[in-house]
């Protein structure tokens, strides 16, 4: 089985560039997408409804703003919106699917925003989050997160660390969560694999940051310890374009 993930940074936006053709190429058995600026209504059938593929949708109340979905191949058992609190659900950045051997969170975190004023509700959001996982791991259940975390966890997830401590993404109380939440039985599957720097999900446009590769590691697929032993491969396709973010991966047996 194939999961990716994407910040798509517009769905409308990446689907003039080609991301229908690129989705039946690669062909994932679940495809997670944040960032999708819409609410379906606002979408062609054929992006609701691409061949072979069920889709699910979480919009942001704001228009044009967040938003997450799921193209599957795979039928979930339930599908489910949100953590089950209205200030962070009205931003439609959590998709939860039961797919029986796992649960699979779909989720675009916040941003700390300019001059880091929404490092408080990213904080509290981040809790929110652990505190649903950690209930469901309780249970037995094996859990699957990915999406856009916006944190680089150490020096080696990003080209300029020094430049960036007392920027929201490399924040100490940022960075400390991802060490609680991989400290609470989680693992970071492409850190996983490669040890080495210069892997990185996210360029800044304005600086044409992708040419020259000074990036961020803020994508990422965790799963629970007990899925450990069926992931054969994590991977980033940062050759693929059409965001300022790439589509990351795992396989799993």
């Known amino acids: 089985m194939r999961i990716l ?8 936006a990446v689907q003039k560039k080609g991301f229908l053709e690129w989705l039946q190429k690669e062909s994932p058995d679940i495809l997670c997408v944040q960032e999708t600026k819409c609410h379906p209504e606002q979408l062609t059938d054929e992006l609701r409804s691409p061949d072979g593929y069920r889709t699910y949708w ?53 941003n ?12 509290n959001f981040y809790d929110a989050f652990l505190k649903k996982a950690n209930a469901l791991k309780k249970q037995g259940k094996g859990i699957i997160l990915c999406g856009d975390v916006n944190t680089a966890h150490e020096a080696i997830d990003l080209a300029r660390p020094k430049e960036n401590e007392k920027n929201t993404g ?18 970071d599957t492409f850190r996983h694999f490669y040890k080495d720097g210069g892997h990185y999900t996210w360029w800044d446009y304005k600086t044409s940051a992708r040419d020259r590769n000074i990036g961020w ?11 450990l032993p069926k992931i054969k491969k994590a991977v ?16 799993l047996k």
């Open 170 to 187: 490399f924040l100490p109380e940022e960075r400390a969560w991802v060490s609680k939440f991989i400290n609470s039985g989680y693992v």
């Open 217 to 227: 590691r803020i994508d990422y697929f965790f799963v629970s310890e007990n899925l």
């Open 112 to 123: 700390g925003g300019a001059g880091n004023k929404r490092v408080p509700f990213k904080m």
């Open 5 to 12: 993930s994407w910040n798509v940074n517009g769905i409308r």
């Open 236 to 251: 980033i396709l940062d050759k693929v374009t059409g965001s300022d973010h790439c589509p990351v991966g795992i396989e």
């Open 58 to 110: 979480s919009a942001a109340e704001k228009k044009g703003y967040s938003g997450t979905a799921v193209f599957t191949k795979i039928e979930p058992k339930t599908v489910r919106e949100g953590l089950g609190v209205k200030e962070f659900d009205s931003e439609g950045r959590t998709l939860m699917l039961d797919y029986g051997n796992f649960i699979l969170f779909n989720i675009y975190f916040p």
